[in-house]
């Protein structure tokens, strides 16, 4: 009985080991799937961050082969420029041409659309230049909205254009034109701001006028301006993904077109034949990056500004078509009646390109020089 008795445990103890034996391995073979799950869970996890990551990182500046007369800058970057008029050892007037976005110092109106007449008459002396990223300019990690107007500063004693000097800026060329008036006044003659730029989160502007101006723009132009405003480092991805439509001056979309800027283009022709030599090193330094700078937080709006000229030695025009349908006429007209001492012309019918319309150069270079 004893020996039955002894079998008996022997083999319940057997059953029990059994069991305990797969109990542990289905836990072991439950845990190991449940860790390789996280593993790969993880290794996607990881994975997608790195590709968002590389989707949102801009290419280095490209490298490009420089063709055109530049001068060095304090910090040993270097900013392109091309001369016109009268040789500027013999001018009575000296300008300097400030391009908008997506431009380069090719783009000037005075070559083509300054009467040669005038500028042998008055004595005119212009030079335009790449800014900084665009064309054979250098790039400017650091740039902000002062240390453009210290490299204008700088352009013009490096070319010996002595102590005062013209500043004439062309949309967002004009919004940079405010910051010349901000940090160099004492370096100017006059200014010129035609079709100027505006960055809807200058602190000074009317809350009510700035929404109803903004709400104007299509939606992708909101976007793309929120984006640079609030997520600067979402600037590349943003304009060159494919999920989204993308800010129509990038895509090129004539649809922002007023009528007299169609009829302008349609004479010029469509496509520059310079606009490979705008972005060659690449869409971030150039355009991109001056998306981040323009509506960033400035320490200023031109709502702070003081009367550069209070002894009527100088003066600062600002021109604007009432169709203009990049930058809104209403908010211009808000920023002009608000500095008493600003030349507010606002032209009936005008688009964004009024440079480039027949005789309006010379009508916005003889208000700046003669008063006419």
Same mark, same amino acid.
């Given at each position: 009985?004893?020996?039955?008795?002894?079998?008996?445990?022997?083999?319940?103890?057997?059953?029990?080991?059994?069991?305990?034996?797969?109990?542990?391995?289905?836990?072991?073979?439950?845990?190991?799937?449940?860790?390789?799950?996280?593993?790969?869970?993880?290794?996607?996890?990881?994975?997608?961050?790195?590709?968002?990551?590389?989707?949102?990182?801009?290419?280095?500046?490209?490298?490009?082969?420089?063709?055109?007369?530049?001068?060095?800058?304090?910090?040993?970057?270097?900013?392109?420029?091309?001369?016109?008029?009268?040789?500027?050892?013999?001018?009575?007037?000296?300008?300097?041409?400030?391009?908008? =976005?997506?431009?380069?110092?090719?783009?000037?109106?005075? +070559? /083509?659309? $300054? &009467?040669?007449?005038?500028? @042998?008459? #008055?004595?005119?002396?212009?030079?335009?230049?790449?800014?900084?990223?665009?064309?054979?300019?250098?790039?400017?990690?650091?740039?902000?909205?002062?240390?453009?107007?210290?490299?204008?500063?700088?352009?013009?004693?490096?070319?010996?254009?002595?102590?005062?000097?013209?500043?004439?800026?062309?949309?967002?060329?004009?919004?940079?034109?405010?910051?010349?008036?901000?940090?160099?006044?004492?370096?100017?003659?006059?200014?010129?701001?035609?079709?100027?730029?505006?960055?809807?989160?200058?602190?000074?502007?009317?809350?009510?006028?700035?929404?109803?101006?903004?709400?104007?723009?299509?939606?992708?132009?909101?976007?793309?301006?929120?984006?640079?405003?609030?997520?600067?480092?979402?600037?590349?991805?943003?304009?060159?993904?494919?999920? =989204?439509?993308?800010?129509?001056?990038?895509?090129?979309? +004539? /649809?922002? $077109? &007023?009528?007299?800027?169609? @009829?302008? #283009?349609?004479?010029?022709?469509?496509?520059?034949?310079?606009?490979?030599?705008?972005?060659?090193?690449?869409?971030?330094?150039?355009?991109?990056?001056?998306?981040?700078?323009?509506?960033?937080?400035?320490?200023?709006?031109?709502?702070?500004?003081?009367?550069?000229?209070?002894?009527?030695?100088?003066?600062?025009?600002?021109?604007?078509?009432?169709?203009?349908?990049?930058?809104?006429?209403?908010?211009?007209?808000?920023?002009?009646?608000?500095?008493?001492?600003?030349?507010?012309?606002?032209?009936?019918?005008?688009?964004?390109?009024?440079?480039?319309?027949?005789?309006?150069?010379?009508?916005?270079?003889?208000?700046?020089?003669?008063?006419?």
């Amino acid at each position: 009985m004893r020996k039955e008795r002894m079998s008996g445990e022997g083999t319940d103890r057997t059953n029990i080991s059994a069991a305990s034996a797969r109990s542990q391995t289905r836990n072991t073979q439950g845990g190991s799937s449940f860790d390789y799950l996280k593993t790969i869970l993880l290794v996607l996890f990881v994975g997608a961050l790195a590709w968002i990551y590389q989707s949102i990182q801009p290419p280095p500046s490209k490298t490009v082969a420089v063709t055109a007369p530049r001068i060095k800058l304090r910090d040993g970057r270097h900013l392109a420029y091309k001369e016109h008029g009268v040789h500027r050892d013999e001018a009575k007037f000296k300008i300097i041409y400030i391009h908008g =976005f997506d431009c380069s110092m090719l783009h000037s109106p005075f +070559p /083509s659309f $300054l &009467s040669p007449a005038l500028v @042998e008459d #008055l004595r005119i002396y212009t030079v335009s230049f790449d800014r900084p990223g665009y064309g054979e300019s250098d790039p400017d990690p650091n740039r902000s909205p002062r240390s453009i107007a210290l490299d204008i500063e700088e352009l013009a004693d490096g070319l010996g254009l002595g102590p005062n000097f013209y500043v004439f800026g062309l949309s967002m060329g004009g919004k940079i034109t405010w910051t010349c008036l901000k940090y160099i006044p004492h370096r100017l003659a006059g200014a010129a701001l035609v079709a100027p730029a505006i960055n809807y989160w200058w602190r000074n502007l009317p809350e009510d006028i700035t929404r109803e101006a903004f709400s104007q723009m299509y939606p992708a132009d909101q976007w793309a301006l929120r984006v640079a405003h609030y997520a600067p480092w979402l600037t590349y991805w943003w304009n060159t993904q494919k999920w =989204f439509p993308v800010c129509n001056m990038i895509a090129g979309n +004539p /649809s922002i $077109l &007023s009528r007299q800027d169609m @009829e302008v #283009l349609t004479k010029l022709g469509f496509v520059s034949p310079n606009h490979a030599y705008i972005k060659q090193q690449g869409e971030y330094e150039s355009i991109h990056r001056d998306l981040n700078v323009g509506f960033s937080s400035w320490e200023f709006d031109p709502l702070d500004l003081k009367d550069p000229f209070p002894d009527n030695n100088g003066s600062v025009h600002l021109w604007h078509g009432d169709e203009d349908r990049f930058v809104p006429v209403k908010l211009q007209s808000y920023i002009a009646s608000k500095l008493p001492w600003i030349h507010y012309h606002e032209l009936s019918g005008a688009g964004h390109l009024i440079p480039f319309v027949e005789g309006m150069t010379d009508k916005i270079i003889k208000s700046l020089l003669v008063g006419e």
